[in-house]
């Protein structure tokens, strides 16, 4: 079956570190993936979109990789401020619509 | 940039009545809207598809004649839960896209329903 699996427990991470979070996926071909923002009770804030013929996508203190081969996505937020402090979710394109992991929530402490 | 309303933002009704959600997109034509649901700390999950002005295509699972959407005009659609029922409570969140491409997806800040 198809999945996209991120960390269900909480990253928290201490003010101006690098914080990574992780997302898999079986049994997709995608030929982008996304990465998205959700505050508690809001919609989802698009952040980043990265090809499958690229490794690597940055956006100011954002930087996610793709690979393909692992089925994996790595999304980085360098410089980590408490304003980040959200829920990051991935997405990748799959039978014509988006399907969504369940998020990762980060946690910076000032 | 593109954005995307929804009303209400949240709203309590009672068991058995109906309630109806609007979906906008403020300043783009949306040939497409998406529905979805998310439960908490769940993934957001797509419920239809709705095209203006024609049928919604809903997923699999997906009651259509409970969850009735309407795709009237090219800013606005509707998604309206007819007999509620506890179990919907639920975050509904919708999508416009104004092309086909399927990535450029706006999304609203949606809409808390919680049945009593």
């Known amino acids: 079956s198809q999945k996209i699996e991120q960390n269900s427990e909480a990253l928290n991470i201490q003010e101006g570190k690098t914080a990574t979070l992780t997302c898999n996926y079986t049994?997709?071909?995608?030929?982008?993936l996304q990465w998205y923002r959700q505050d508690p009770g809001r919609g989802p804030v698009f952040l980043l979109l990265i090809r499958e013929n690229e490794k690597e996508k940055r956006k100011e203190r954002l930087k996610v990789t793709f690979d393909t081969t692992l089925k994996q996505s790595l999304f980085h937020i360098t410089a980590s401020q408490p304003a980040d402090s959200a829920t990051y979710l991935c997405?990748?394109?799959?039978?014509?619509?988006?399907?969504f992991g369940k998020g990762n929530q980060v946690v910076v402490i000032p | 940039g593109a954005v995307v309303s929804q009303h209400p933002s949240w709203v309590i009704c009672k068991s058995g009545t109906s309630v109806k959600i609007e979906c906008r997109s403020l300043?783009?034509?949306?040939?497409?809207m998406f529905w979805y649901r998310q439960f908490p700390k769940q993934s957001l999950m797509l419920m239809a598809t709705s095209n203006e002005g024609s049928k919604a295509t809903y997923e699999q699972g997906v009651e259509k004649d409970k969850f009735l959407i309407n795709h009237a005009s090219l800013t606005l659609s509707t998604l309206t839960v007819t007999s509620a029922h506890p179990e919907d409570s639920s975050f509904y969140i919708c999508?416009?896209?104004?092309?086909?491409?399927?990535?450029?997806?706006?999304f609203g800040p949606g809409t808390r329903l919680t049945v009593t």
């Open positions: 049994n997709y071909s995608p030929a982008y």
């Open positions: 999508s416009a896209r104004e092309g086909t491409v399927h990535y450029e997806q706006y």
């Open positions: 300043d783009f034509q949306a040939t497409t």
């Open positions: 997405a990748l394109e799959g039978n014509n619509r988006l399907a």
